[in-house]
């Protein structure tokens, strides 16, 4: 009886010291930018917060630069509960309907844009119900910037939709980016974004789509010769967390989550559209040059891609779920 009661007390004892592990481990976060970028910064502040306020309960560290895996097999993970969480944008391989979340120019301006990705909008509502379907919570939004085209080749006729540009560019592996590639006079070419740099060096391809000038010139400057300011699609990141994960925290654990992940996501909008006009300064710095785009070529190119692409996408995610997502959108 004696033996059998020492037993239990050893189970329970190890049971307890398994809990504590658990709660001091340190939570993994993946991003796709290099170490000491703006989404690394922020990514070090809310885990320096979450610390702080957690009182040392809540701890993460930050992998950058895909060191995890690319964003595509980072997500996945992030829902088998392999990597604990993740800022990036979304991946579309698990749901095409995913694609929503970056069709080509459905924001225009950035005050659009922060209407569109508040807490409790509907996009936003939309796109945090697709992260579930996946095992996986979203926390909080990080506006990146409106998209361009970088080149190591100068285009030919650059500012106009219905010119061929002679270039062959790399986009992201989703048909939205490919398609709309195509109708602006570039041949699209899907490559991972973990190949892509070394794509443009070998001249497998002239350029890259999918980014902006923060990403250009955190990963592409080297092979950045020319730098076209499109507004190609509003590019948005999210933090996101294994949903179990956050669901076996208690209602206070959750709440100081929460709170670390509001903070981020404000602090972010705050300087997002200053850091924009930075980055396309950085760029030209690094010589890089900057080809001048008019807000009538940015809305021709709007109209075009529109009309052509944006029927192609919607039969892809379902045409009246997709119709319904973008009769949503707060103007």
Wanted: glycine fraction near 6%.
């Amino acid at each position: 009886m004696q033996k059998k009661f020492s037993v239990v007390i050893v189970m329970m004892l190890v049971c307890i010291l398994a809990a504590g592990t658990a709660q001091a481990r340190k939570w993994k976060i993946s991003h796709v930018r290099p170490q000491n970028t703006a989404i690394d910064t922020d990514l070090n502040q809310f885990a320096a917060e979450l610390k702080e306020i957690s009182k040392g309960d809540m701890q993460a560290k930050i992998y950058a630069a895909n060191s995890l895996g690319d964003y595509t097999v980072v997500q996945e993970r992030v829902g088998l509960g392999a990597i604990d969480m993740a800022c990036q944008p979304v991946a579309v391989a698990a749901d095409k309907r995913m694609q929503i979340a970056n069709f080509p120019y459905m924001m225009t301006t950035w005050a659009q844009a922060e209407k569109n990705f508040a807490a409790g909008a509907p996009l936003r509502k939309t796109i945090e119900g697709l992260y579930t379907n996946q095992g996986i919570k979203l926390l909080a939004t990080w506006p990146a910037y409106f998209g361009g085209v970088a080149l190591n080749k100068e285009p030919k006729n650059p500012t106009d939709p219905n010119a061929a540009k002679g270039l062959k560019i790399r986009v992201v592996p989703s048909k939205s980016f490919k398609l709309m590639a195509d109708n602006i006079g570039f041949i699209g070419t899907p490559i991972p974004f973990s190949e892509a740099f070394t794509a443009v060096q070998t001249g497998v391809v002239d350029g890259v789509v999918g980014s902006g000038a923060e990403g250009y010139y955190a990963s592409f400057r080297d092979v950045t010769k020319f730098y076209l300011p499109l507004n190609t699609h509003f590019e948005m990141w999210y933090l996101i967390m294994n949903d179990e994960l956050y669901n076996d925290l208690d209602d206070s654990q959750k709440a100081l989550v929460d709170k670390a992940a509001a903070d981020f996501e404000q602090r972010r909008w705050a300087r997002a559209e200053s850091d924009q006009a930075a980055n396309e300064k950085r760029l030209a710095d690094y010589g890089a040059k900057i080809i001048p785009v008019s807000n009538e070529a940015i809305e021709a190119h709007a109209a075009k891609v529109r009309e052509n692409v944006w029927p192609v996408i919607l039969s892809d995610v379902g045409e009246d779920w997709g119709r319904k997502v973008l009769s949503n959108i707060i103007q």
